[in-house]
T-cell receptor, first 111, second 113 residues
Framework: GQSLEQPSEVTAVEGAIVQINCTYQTSGFYGLSWYQQHDGGAPTFLSYNALDGLEETGRFSSFLSRSDSYGYLLLQELQMKDSASYFCAVRDSGSARQLTFGSGTQLTVLP | DGGITQSPKYLFRKEGQNVTLSCEQNLNHDAMYWYRQDPGQGLRLIYYSQIVNDFQKGDIAEGYSVSREKKESFPLTVTSAQKNPTAFYLC????????????FGQGTRLTVV
């Protein structure tokens, strides 16, 4: 099976940088994804890492270390609209490529 | 516009009744998923399907059933055997086992009274 650990809450001020960590345990690993969810809304895809290293998409970056079973999402130049829940998700390497989510990190951006 | 549609957005049912949640996608995706989300919690996998006429149980399948008769449709039935059915239900799809991005519907909030 799969399990993921991420902090439950993070608070930062507007304009700051914040890092949300995710550690995972899987029976087989194919890739790590990040999703954003605003209250009452649907999760939306942010990034995906299959190989070690940093992927950058605008203000958001995601990092993966397969040997450490660890990844993080880096949010720069925080804006009020970034207040949301952020989920890491792993896709396993089995034939079904099951997609399993972490419990989420609630990010609060203060003015 | 391509997307994934869940209906209805809000659903109320009496305890002991079965209820079916609709999920339709026109993205031509092979893989579809059902997740349950409780307040302040993450997404827990109920069922998933990688191909028509085939589906697998997720982590919390007890009390739920699904069908995948068409590529576009993956309805979820919440049966009376589900002890705590009140929750937010999310349907998702991806292009297949190799798909890196999952697309979500807007969710159905089910309340059982």
């Amino acid at each position: 099976g799969q399990s993921l650990e991420q902090p439950s809450e993070v608070t930062a001020v507007e304009g700051a940088i914040v890092q949300i960590n995710c550690t995972y345990q899987t029976s087989g690993f194919y890739g790590l994804s990040w999703y954003q969810q605003h209250d009452g809304g649907a999760p939306t895809f942010l990034s995906y890492n299959a190989l070690d290293g940093l992927e950058e998409t605008g203000r958001f970056s995601s990092f993966l270390s397969r040997s450490d079973s660890y990844g993080y999402l880096l949010l720069q130049e925080l804006q009020m609209k970034d207040s949301a829940s952020y989920f890491c998700a792993v896709r396993d390497s089995g034939s079904a490529r099951q997609l399993t989510f972490g419990s989420g990190t609630q990010l609060t951006v203060l003015p | 516009d391509g997307g994934i549609t869940q209906s209805p957005k809000y659903l109320f049912r009496k305890e002991g009744q079965n209820v079916t949640l609709s999920c339709e996608q026109n993205l031509n995706h092979d893989a579809m998923y059902w997740y349950r989300q409780d307040p302040g919690q993450g997404l827990r996998l109920i069922y998933y399907s990688q191909i028509v006429n085939d589906f697998q149980k997720g982590d919390i399948a007890e009390g739920y059933s699904v069908s995948r008769e068409k590529k576009e449709s993956f309805p979820l039935t919440v049966t009376s055997a589900q002890k705590n059915p009140t929750a937010f239900y999310l349907c998702a799809s991806s292009s297949g086992p190799e798909g890196t991005e999952a697309f979500f519907g807007q969710g159905t909030r089910l309340t059982v009274v």
